[in-house]
Protein backbone atom coordinates (compact mmCIF):
# COMPACT_ATOMS: atom_id res chain seq x y z
CA UNK A 1 0.00 0.00 0.00
CA UNK A 2 1.29 3.40 -0.51
CA UNK A 3 1.72 6.02 1.92
CA UNK A 4 0.84 9.47 0.48
CA UNK A 5 3.96 11.97 1.46
CA UNK A 6 3.50 16.01 1.18
CA UNK A 7 4.30 16.80 -2.14
CA UNK A 8 7.64 19.18 -1.28
CA UNK A 9 6.37 21.48 -4.10
CA UNK A 10 3.12 22.69 -2.38
CA UNK A 11 4.06 23.42 1.29
CA UNK A 12 0.78 23.11 3.61
CA UNK A 13 0.80 26.56 5.19
CA UNK A 14 -0.21 26.23 8.94
CA UNK A 15 -3.34 27.35 10.17
CA UNK A 16 -3.99 31.03 10.83
CA UNK A 17 -3.25 31.57 14.69
CA UNK A 18 -6.36 33.98 14.89
CA UNK A 19 -9.76 32.99 12.66
CA UNK A 20 -13.39 34.93 12.99
CA UNK A 21 -16.31 33.22 11.46
CA UNK A 22 -19.97 35.64 11.56
CA UNK A 23 -19.32 37.85 14.10
CA UNK A 24 -22.02 40.11 15.06
CA UNK A 25 -22.47 42.52 17.65
CA UNK A 26 -25.49 44.27 17.86
CA UNK A 27 -26.26 46.98 20.89
CA UNK A 28 -29.77 48.05 21.81
CA UNK A 29 -29.44 51.92 22.51
CA UNK A 30 -33.26 52.63 23.68
CA UNK A 31 -34.97 50.70 21.04
CA UNK A 32 -32.61 51.12 18.40
CA UNK A 33 -30.10 48.76 17.31
CA UNK A 34 -26.24 49.48 16.10
CA UNK A 35 -25.10 46.84 14.31
CA UNK A 36 -21.43 47.50 15.64
CA UNK A 37 -20.29 44.36 14.16
CA UNK A 38 -22.49 42.84 10.68
CA UNK A 39 -20.92 39.51 9.61
CA UNK A 40 -17.19 39.75 9.86
CA UNK A 41 -15.18 36.77 8.54
CA UNK A 42 -11.15 37.70 9.32
CA UNK A 43 -8.18 35.86 10.10
CA UNK A 44 -4.58 36.35 11.01
CA UNK A 45 -1.23 34.23 10.68
CA UNK A 46 1.75 33.99 12.55
CA UNK A 47 4.11 36.23 11.77
CA UNK A 48 2.11 38.71 10.05
CA UNK A 49 1.43 42.32 11.31
CA UNK A 50 -2.26 43.66 10.05
CA UNK A 51 -3.56 46.83 11.16
CA UNK A 52 -7.57 47.05 11.18
CA UNK A 53 -8.72 50.68 9.69
CA UNK A 54 -11.79 52.35 8.92
CA UNK A 55 -13.92 55.52 9.23
CA UNK A 56 -14.73 56.42 13.24
CA UNK A 57 -17.35 54.26 14.75
CA UNK A 58 -17.19 51.59 11.69
CA UNK A 59 -16.78 48.57 14.48
CA UNK A 60 -12.72 48.94 15.30
CA UNK A 61 -12.70 48.38 18.74
CA UNK A 62 -15.46 46.22 19.01
CA UNK A 63 -14.14 44.33 16.38
CA UNK A 64 -10.61 43.88 18.53
CA UNK A 65 -12.83 43.74 21.77
CA UNK A 66 -14.39 40.41 20.47
CA UNK A 67 -11.12 39.02 18.91
CA UNK A 68 -9.43 39.60 22.11
CA UNK A 69 -12.43 37.70 24.43
CA UNK A 70 -12.90 41.18 26.24
CA UNK A 71 -16.25 41.43 24.32
CA UNK A 72 -18.71 38.88 24.07
CA UNK A 73 -20.11 38.95 19.56
CA UNK A 74 -23.71 38.61 19.48
CA UNK A 75 -22.94 35.86 17.59
CA UNK A 76 -20.22 33.99 15.47
CA UNK A 77 -16.99 32.14 16.90
CA UNK A 78 -13.17 33.44 17.19
CA UNK A 79 -10.70 30.49 17.61
CA UNK A 80 -7.25 31.30 19.04
CA UNK A 81 -5.35 28.27 17.58
CA UNK A 82 -7.86 25.15 18.76
CA UNK A 83 -9.49 27.10 21.57
CA UNK A 84 -13.03 28.24 20.36
CA UNK A 85 -13.03 31.60 22.54
CA UNK A 86 -16.46 32.67 22.73
CA UNK A 87 -18.58 30.46 24.18
CA UNK A 88 -15.73 30.09 27.42
CA UNK A 89 -16.49 31.68 30.99
CA UNK A 90 -15.37 34.75 32.26
CA UNK A 91 -13.06 32.67 34.76
CA UNK A 92 -11.78 30.99 31.36
CA UNK A 93 -11.26 34.11 29.76
CA UNK A 94 -9.07 35.66 32.21
CA UNK A 95 -6.44 33.08 31.84
CA UNK A 96 -6.63 32.81 27.70
CA UNK A 97 -5.93 36.49 28.19
CA UNK A 98 -3.59 36.28 31.05
CA UNK A 99 -1.67 33.49 29.16
CA UNK A 100 -1.98 33.53 25.44
CA UNK A 101 -2.61 37.01 23.80
CA UNK A 102 -0.85 40.37 24.97
CA UNK A 103 -2.18 43.78 25.08
CA UNK A 104 -0.98 47.41 23.84
CA UNK A 105 -2.93 50.34 25.07
CA UNK A 106 -3.00 53.95 23.71
CA UNK A 107 -2.35 55.13 27.75
CA UNK A 108 0.70 52.57 28.61
CA UNK A 109 -1.36 51.01 31.54
CA UNK A 110 2.19 51.23 33.65
CA UNK A 111 2.12 50.93 37.13
CA UNK A 112 3.33 54.02 38.55
CA UNK A 113 5.38 52.69 41.63
CA UNK A 114 7.20 49.99 39.45
CA UNK A 115 10.36 50.59 38.16
CA UNK A 116 10.29 49.71 33.96
CA UNK A 117 11.68 46.23 34.63
CA UNK A 118 9.48 45.56 37.32
CA UNK A 119 6.49 46.57 34.63
CA UNK A 120 8.11 44.38 32.36
CA UNK A 121 8.27 41.03 34.48
CA UNK A 122 4.68 41.83 36.74
CA UNK A 123 2.53 39.68 34.53
CA UNK A 124 4.60 36.76 34.33
CA UNK A 125 5.38 37.08 38.08
CA UNK A 126 1.33 37.08 38.74
CA UNK A 127 1.02 33.78 36.37
CA UNK A 128 3.93 32.43 38.53
CA UNK A 129 5.57 31.97 34.99
CA UNK A 130 9.34 31.24 34.65
CA UNK A 131 11.03 34.34 33.06
CA UNK A 132 13.01 33.74 29.84
CA UNK A 133 15.95 35.59 30.73
CA UNK A 134 17.28 35.44 27.24
CA UNK A 135 13.89 36.31 25.76
CA UNK A 136 14.06 39.17 28.72
CA UNK A 137 17.45 40.47 27.50
CA UNK A 138 16.90 40.06 23.83
CA UNK A 139 13.67 42.01 23.58
CA UNK A 140 14.98 44.75 26.40
CA UNK A 141 17.94 45.60 24.17
CA UNK A 142 15.67 45.99 21.06
CA UNK A 143 13.77 48.05 22.02
CA UNK A 144 16.33 50.06 23.78
CA UNK A 145 15.50 49.83 27.35
CA UNK A 146 18.43 48.71 28.88
CA UNK A 147 19.86 52.13 30.71
CA UNK A 148 16.18 52.80 31.94
CA UNK A 149 15.21 49.13 34.09
CA UNK A 150 15.39 51.08 37.31
CA UNK A 151 13.70 54.06 36.39
CA UNK A 152 9.74 54.42 37.40
CA UNK A 153 7.53 55.61 34.61
CA UNK A 154 7.20 59.19 35.91
CA UNK A 155 10.68 59.12 35.30
CA UNK A 156 10.45 58.51 31.40
CA UNK A 157 9.56 60.17 28.06
CA UNK A 158 6.19 58.60 26.55
CA UNK A 159 8.06 56.67 23.79
CA UNK A 160 10.14 54.76 26.94
CA UNK A 161 6.66 54.00 28.44
CA UNK A 162 5.33 52.84 25.18
CA UNK A 163 8.67 50.38 24.80
CA UNK A 164 8.18 49.63 28.08
CA UNK A 165 4.47 48.49 27.19
CA UNK A 166 5.52 46.52 24.35
CA UNK A 167 8.21 44.80 25.81
CA UNK A 168 5.88 43.78 29.05
CA UNK A 169 3.12 42.52 25.97
CA UNK A 170 6.06 40.41 24.10
CA UNK A 171 7.77 38.96 27.22
CA UNK A 172 5.76 36.18 26.98
CA UNK A 173 5.54 35.15 23.40
CA UNK A 174 2.07 35.60 23.39
CA UNK A 175 -0.11 34.11 20.62
CA UNK A 176 -0.82 37.62 19.20
CA UNK A 177 -0.30 41.03 20.39
CA UNK A 178 -3.45 43.13 19.86
CA UNK A 179 -2.09 47.21 19.83
CA UNK A 180 -4.99 49.47 20.40
CA UNK A 181 -3.69 52.80 19.07
CA UNK A 182 -0.35 52.18 20.24
CA UNK A 183 1.28 55.21 18.61
CA UNK A 184 -2.06 57.81 19.62
CA UNK A 185 -0.14 59.39 22.67
CA UNK A 186 3.47 59.62 21.01
CA UNK A 187 5.38 61.91 19.11
CA UNK A 188 6.07 61.09 15.60
CA UNK A 189 9.59 60.36 16.23
CA UNK A 190 8.84 57.77 19.56
CA UNK A 191 5.87 56.36 17.03
CA UNK A 192 8.10 55.78 14.57
CA UNK A 193 10.09 53.65 16.79
CA UNK A 194 7.26 51.34 18.49
CA UNK A 195 6.06 50.75 15.26
CA UNK A 196 9.47 49.58 13.74
CA UNK A 197 9.82 47.58 16.84
CA UNK A 198 6.43 45.80 16.69
CA UNK A 199 7.39 45.12 12.79
CA UNK A 200 10.85 43.71 13.69
CA UNK A 201 8.90 41.12 16.27
CA UNK A 202 6.52 40.03 13.76
CA UNK A 203 9.55 39.52 11.37
CA UNK A 204 12.14 38.20 13.57
CA UNK A 205 10.22 36.48 16.37
CA UNK A 206 7.80 35.28 14.25
CA UNK A 207 5.18 38.01 16.48
CA UNK A 208 1.56 38.03 15.33
CA UNK A 209 0.34 41.76 15.69
CA UNK A 210 -3.28 42.89 15.26
CA UNK A 211 -3.33 46.97 15.30
CA UNK A 212 -6.27 49.11 15.67
CA UNK A 213 -5.35 53.00 14.52
CA UNK A 214 -6.34 55.73 12.58
CA UNK A 215 -3.13 56.83 11.26
CA UNK A 216 -1.80 56.06 7.51
CA UNK A 217 1.40 56.49 8.49
CA UNK A 218 0.87 53.76 11.31
CA UNK A 219 -0.67 51.50 9.08
CA UNK A 220 2.19 51.54 6.80
CA UNK A 221 3.85 49.46 8.82
CA UNK A 222 2.43 46.62 8.71
CA UNK A 223 2.18 44.01 6.30
CA UNK A 224 -1.51 44.13 5.46
CA UNK A 225 -4.37 46.27 5.99
CA UNK A 226 -7.88 45.65 6.44
CA UNK A 227 -10.51 48.00 6.51
CA UNK A 228 -14.21 48.20 7.82
CA UNK A 229 -17.14 50.10 7.20
CA UNK A 230 -20.64 49.82 8.99
CA UNK A 231 -19.39 47.34 10.99
CA UNK A 232 -18.30 44.68 7.68
CA UNK A 233 -14.78 43.93 6.08
CA UNK A 234 -14.62 46.12 2.58
CA UNK A 235 -11.40 46.07 1.67
CA UNK A 236 -7.88 45.24 2.23
CA UNK A 237 -4.52 45.93 1.35
CA UNK A 238 -1.00 44.29 1.22
CA UNK A 239 2.06 45.81 1.90
CA UNK A 240 0.74 49.15 1.81
CA UNK A 241 2.00 52.27 1.59
CA UNK A 242 0.47 55.73 3.71
CA UNK A 243 -0.99 56.94 0.75
CA UNK A 244 -2.05 54.23 -1.19
CA UNK A 245 -4.13 53.76 2.71
CA UNK A 246 -5.06 57.29 2.86
CA UNK A 247 -6.53 56.93 -0.51
CA UNK A 248 -8.30 54.04 0.34
CA UNK A 249 -9.67 55.35 3.73
CA UNK A 250 -10.88 58.29 1.88
CA UNK A 251 -13.06 56.21 -0.64
CA UNK A 252 -14.29 54.79 2.31
CA UNK A 253 -15.20 57.68 4.14
CA UNK A 254 -16.94 59.52 1.21
CA UNK A 255 -19.30 56.32 -0.03
N1 LIG B 1 -21.64 50.12 24.37
C1 LIG B 1 -22.21 50.56 23.26
N2 LIG B 1 -23.53 50.83 23.21
C2 LIG B 1 -24.12 51.25 22.08
N3 LIG B 1 -23.47 51.44 20.92
C3 LIG B 1 -22.16 51.18 20.90
C4 LIG B 1 -21.46 50.73 22.07
N4 LIG B 1 -20.15 50.56 21.74
C5 LIG B 1 -20.04 50.88 20.44
N5 LIG B 1 -21.24 51.26 19.94
C6 LIG B 1 -21.51 51.68 18.56
O1 LIG B 1 -21.02 50.66 17.70
C7 LIG B 1 -20.44 51.24 16.52
C8 LIG B 1 -19.00 50.79 16.39
O2 LIG B 1 -18.23 51.34 17.46
P1 LIG B 1 -16.65 51.15 17.60
O3 LIG B 1 -16.24 51.88 18.83
O4 LIG B 1 -16.34 49.72 17.50
O5 LIG B 1 -16.13 51.90 16.29
P2 LIG B 1 -14.65 52.38 15.94
O6 LIG B 1 -14.46 52.12 14.49
O7 LIG B 1 -13.67 51.78 16.89
O8 LIG B 1 -14.79 53.95 16.19
P3 LIG B 1 -13.66 55.06 16.50
O9 LIG B 1 -12.74 55.07 15.32
O10 LIG B 1 -14.45 56.33 16.60
O11 LIG B 1 -12.98 54.67 17.79
C9 LIG B 1 -20.63 52.75 16.67
O12 LIG B 1 -21.80 53.12 15.99
C10 LIG B 1 -20.78 52.94 18.16
O13 LIG B 1 -21.55 54.09 18.44
Avoid: W
Wanted: glycine residues 8%; charged residues 20%; hydrophobic residues 40%.
Amino acid sequence: MSVPTADPASPVSPPPVVVARGLTKTYDTGGAQVHALAGVDVEFHRGAFTAIMGPSGSGKSTLMHCLAGLDVPTSGTVHLGRTQITGLRDAELTLLRRDRIGFIFQSFNLLPMLTAEQNILLPSQIARRKVDRDRFDRIVDVVGLRDRLHHLPAKLSGGQQQRVAVARALLNAPEVVYADEPTGNLDSHSGTEVLEFLRSSTKEMQQTVVMVTHDPVAASYADRVVFLRDGRLVDEVADPTAELVSARLLKLEEA
